[in-house]
């Protein structure tokens, strides 16, 4: 088996090319190594795609430095693979609003020339979207209890009405994406699916303010340096392991049951940011230090993932719970911290 993973030297994908590379699968990752959000961590930005890669390498993963808005390559580097893997991506809101066209050009553009070469090719390819493209309308629809927002029911299925409430450039990018993979399931009956993720989290998570929020906060408790809640902290994500978004794509290649799922932990992983500072303090034995700032423009309040729907078709179910993750996460940290230390902002 052959897999082209994009965004290879990313979070995501450098788990999906570790996952199928241990299989004894072929991988390819296509990774043009873009710095934004990482260079705005604080951390040592340029060890972070670095580290990936070099990881990566030792693992005979191949690693192309190229672009998915070159379609001409990526049409090559696809060729002769069984399933493409689309993680490669500008994740971050905050940078959609700062620069729409990277996020347009990246998210949309992007994501029509995977789909062109897998429909080209007939390949399966799964793609990743995010809870966001529902929109923030239902920051409206909850509760504030004393340490999380809370909503009932607590799952959200795909059936929940998207873009709704305040939208930013990001959330209109990732939603075409996800329009996309359907128009391409239904019009070239292409072996697709749109994976709208939560929370993910893991070893080689660079996470900073603007993307990846747990490993952000695992990041800065380890080193010492104060965390930035913005909001009341009470936010809630369903939060799932990189590990289990990676048998989750295994899970569709396995029965191509092509549609849009909702892929999360459902309510067993659910926490709130004050929730995660609780488990950090328990796993560092020392309470980690956190400032409030007013919550950010286009923010989500809350996201429970419904995976019904998932659990059903693919026949898939997460397994790793917030604590043991954020343990293995933690321990990742401290072996590396020499990645991270830089100049701390
Ligand atoms: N991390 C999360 O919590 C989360 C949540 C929901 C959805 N997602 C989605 O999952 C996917 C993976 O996220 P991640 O956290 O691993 O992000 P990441 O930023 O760690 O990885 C993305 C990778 O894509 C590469 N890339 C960016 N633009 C590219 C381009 N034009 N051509 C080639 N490569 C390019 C980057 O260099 C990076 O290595 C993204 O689609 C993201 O929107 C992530």
């Given amino acids: 088996m052959k897999v082209l993973v994009t965004g290879g030297c990313g979070f995501l994908g450098s788990h999906v090319c570790e996952f199928y590379a241990q299989k004894g699968a072929k991988v390819v990752s296509y990774d043009n190594m873009t710095k934004h959000e990482l260079a705005r961590t604080g951390f040592v930005a340029d060890e972070a795609r670095r580290h990936n890669w070099n990881y990566l390498k030792k693992l005979g993963v191949k690693l192309v430095k190229a672009d998915i808005r070159d379609y001409r390559r990526l049409l090559k580097q696809a060729r002769g693979c069984d399933y493409i893997i689309h993680t490669a991506a500008q994740p971050a809101m905050t940078i959609s609003w700062e620069d729409p066209r990277l996020d347009v050009t990246s998210n949309v553009l992007g994501t029509f020339n995977v789909l062109e070469a897998a429909r080209e090719l007939r390949i399966p390819v799964a793609c990743c979207a995010t809870v966001h493209v529902y929109g923030n309308k239902i920051n409206e629809e909850l509760k504030e209890k004393a340490k999380r927002y809370v909503r009932r029911p607590a799952g959200i299925d795909e059936e929940y009405r998207t873009l709704q409430g305040v939208l930013t450039p990001l959330h209109a990018s990732k939603a075409a994406g996800d329009i996309y993979v359907k128009t391409y399931i239904d019009t070239y009956k292409l072996e697709a699916a749109s994976f709208r993720l939560t929370g993910i989290y893991g070893t080689r998570q660079f996470g900073g303010e603007d993307h990846g929020w747990v490993a952000n906060f695992s990041i800065r ?53 004050l929730e995660c500072f609780d488990i950090l303090a328990k796993v560092l034995g020392r309470k980690p230090e956190v400032r409030f700032e007013p919550a950010r423009h286009g923010d989500l309040s809350y996201f429970i993932c419904d995976i019904s729907k998932a659990r059903r078709a693919l026949k898939w179910k997460p397994k790793v719970m917030p604590k043991e993750g954020i343990g293995r996460l933690v321990v990742w940290i401290q072996e590396n911290v020499e990645v991270f230390r830089g100049d701390k902002r």
């Fill in 221 to 273: 408790s380890v080193l010492g340096i104060p965390s930035t809640i913005y909001g009341t902290g009470k936010q809630v994500r369903d939060i799932i392991y990189a590990t289990d978004v990676c048998e989750a794509f295994d899970a569709f290649y396995r029965t191509r049951k092509a549609g849009i799922y909702n892929i999360g932990g459902g309510e067993a992983t659910a926490i709130s940011l």
